[in-house]
């Protein structure tokens, strides 16, 4: 007797095809939810960074004082960056920010990352390291213009109790800088923490276990293992931090506004003066072009010498 496999032929086939085809609903329903959860964040993008960066290159074109129509000018704006001492002595400013900023707050963060893995996993703590990165901008300057006042601040009273100088922090010349640059590294050291906090939590516990059994010591198995997969997390924060420090601003308006002796005048701080103290917007968006051109490259570097797109771990 021969089977007759008619009817069994069109079961098998038609039964994929259903799973397929539900599958690819189910596909496209997860699509368009994504899509409507992404959709008030798009909108926010383009509203508030995408067209005010494409203004910003319009104006920059222009002499407009804000009272009269913009009046093109061509590249005018940008020669006249080429001769502005002020300009580049706030470029100067920020580098100069940033080799005080950066290093230690990578170090501090970085190592305060590596004691929290090693020794508690505490909510608690967690959540007291990041505290003063919640905190906002302006309240911590403003605590901090207490704090190291040179005569009602508390640091210096300190300082005196100890038999120590009166410092004049915010106040001097040569230490201005390196106070903003300070309550910065505090502001932000639990931030890098955390990052580095869950870098480190992604590395498997096996390879420090096998580096142990060939005799490594911990310097060996941080230099050899953590550091290496910490990479990609290393990259992010240099990154975000180096173009965050570049762009700083707030702490100075509040402690110094630039002074004393134009010590504090960084170069956000002269463009935010240019576009709404002399009503120079043309000019002021000009010099905002030129440094987000300087952020750009320096962050396509940065991630080439790094090898962001490679991940030992994988």
Do not use: C
Request: glycine share 8%.
């Amino acid at each position: 007797m021969n089977p007759n496999p008619g009817p069994a032929a069109p079961a098998a086939e038609t039964r994929p095809g259903r799973w397929a085809g539900a599958r690819a609903t189910l596909q496209s329903r997860e699509t368009w939810t994504a899509w409507a959860m992404l959709l008030p964040a798009l909108v926010g993008l383009v509203l508030f960074y995408g067209w005010p960066a494409v203004r910003a290159v319009q104006i920059s074109f222009t002499d407009w004082n804000l009272l009269r129509p913009a009046r093109d000018v061509g590249w005018a704006n940008y020669a006249r960056l080429l001769d502005d001492d002020r300009f580049w002595r706030g470029l100067e400013l920020s580098l100069y920010y940033v080799l005080l900023n950066i290093p230690l707050q990578t170090v501090l963060g970085l190592s305060l990352a590596v004691a929290m893995d090693r020794l508690t996993r505490s909510l608690f703590v967690k959540a007291v390291v990041l505290l003063p990165y919640l905190l906002s901008n302006v309240l911590v300057a403003l605590i901090w213009l207490w704090l190291l006042d040179p005569v009602l601040g508390v640091v210096n009273h300190g300082l005196l109790a100890l038999g120590a100088d009166a410092q004049p922090f915010f106040a001097g010349p040569d230490q201005a800088l390196l106070s903003v640059a300070a309550v910065n590294v505090w502001r932000h050291m639990g931030l890098v923490a955390m990052l580095f906090l869950a870098g480190l939590q992604n590395i498997p516990r096996s390879l420090y276990e096998a580096a142990a059994l060939e005799g490594a010591t911990e310097w060996q198995s941080f230099r050899r293992i953590t550091l290496p997969l910490l990479r990609p997390v290393m990259v992010f924060v240099l990154v975000t931090s180096v173009t965050g420090s570049i762009q700083i601003f707030d702490t100075v308006a509040v402690t110094t506004q630039g002074g004393p002796a134009g010590s504090t005048a960084v170069i956000v701080q002269y463009i935010v003066q240019n576009a709404f103290g002399y009503l120079k917007m043309g000019y002021a968006s000009a010099m905002s072009m030129v440094l987000f051109g300087l952020m750009l490259a320096y962050t396509v570097v940065q991630m080439r010498i790094m090898r962001a797109d490679h991940n030992d771990l994988a």
